[in-house]
């Protein structure tokens, strides 16, 4: 069964300072990987997503995500944080070959300090 | 752009209540899922139904039941609420293309119950 594991449930960075979440996952079948981004009490919002088409994705914000299948990694990064990026960050992949759901790690609370 | 809508923001219910969380969705998904997100515990899939009047479990059914009847309603019941239901519900739709699902899901704005 896939897993996908977040290294640290906190991080925080200065305002400018570079972003780097991490997250693995166990299971590449099918390559599907997802980053989700969650601000105070809202939802989820799709942040980016890896479809095969590329290994290095850009998605909103300006965030931006390397898909490394030798490391079985999908870490998520930006290179200069502002203080709106202060939010819960969530990577999911598919839970099987086939399947219709998503396993989600258990999330990154990002802190962005003036 | 999708739109996931779910009936309150906000909800306090008591022990024993039998609590109705609806979940609507606009652009005809086939996929829907109920979530519940715990602090440390992250989302965890609690029910999901790939068509209507179908339904599978997740990880965490118990204590809850779900309907769908119509393709773009998906609702979570708690039959008798308890304290250890208080949580934040989150709903979800994903669409099926061809034979491979995508799995891309788009999430509504949750509904933080209280159980007292």
């Known amino acids: 069964a896939q897993s996908v594991t977040q290294l640290g449930s906190h991080v925080s960075v200065s305002e400018g300072a570079l972003v780097l979440l991490r997250c693995n996952y166990s299971s590449s079948v099918p390559p599907y990987l997802f980053w989700y981004v969650q601000y105070p009490n809202q939802g989820l919002q799709l942040l980016l997503k890896y479809t095969s088409a590329a290994t290095l994705v850009k998605g909103i914000n300006g965030f931006e995500a390397e898909f490394k299948k030798s490391e079985t990694s999908f870490h998520l990064t930006k290179p200069s944080a502002h203080m709106s990026d202060a939010a819960e960050y969530f990577c999911a992949a598919p839970t099987g070959a086939g399947s219709y759901q998503l396993t989600f790690g258990k999330g990154t609370k990002l802190s962005v300090i003036p | 752009d999708v739109k996931v809508t779910q009936s309150s923001r906000y909800l306090v219910k008591r022990t024993g209540e039998k609590v109705f969380l609806e979940c609507v969705q606009d652009m005809d998904h086939e996929n829907m899922f109920w979530y519940r997100q715990d602090p440390g515990l992250g989302l965890r899939l609690i029910y999901f139904?790939?068509?209507?009047?179908?339904?599978e479990k997740g990880d965490i059914p118990e204590g809850y039941s779900v309907s769908r009847e119509k393709k773009e309603r998906f609702s979570l019941i708690l039959e008798s609420a308890s304290t250890n239901q208080t949580s934040m519900y989150l709903c979800?739709?994903?669409?099926?293309?061809?034979?491979?699902?995508?799995?891309?899901?788009?999430f509504g704005p949750g509904t933080r119950l209280t159980v007292l």
């Open positions: 139904s790939y068509d209507v009047k179908m339904k």
């Open positions: 979800a739709s994903s669409p099926y293309s061809g034979g491979v699902s995508y799995n891309e899901q788009f």
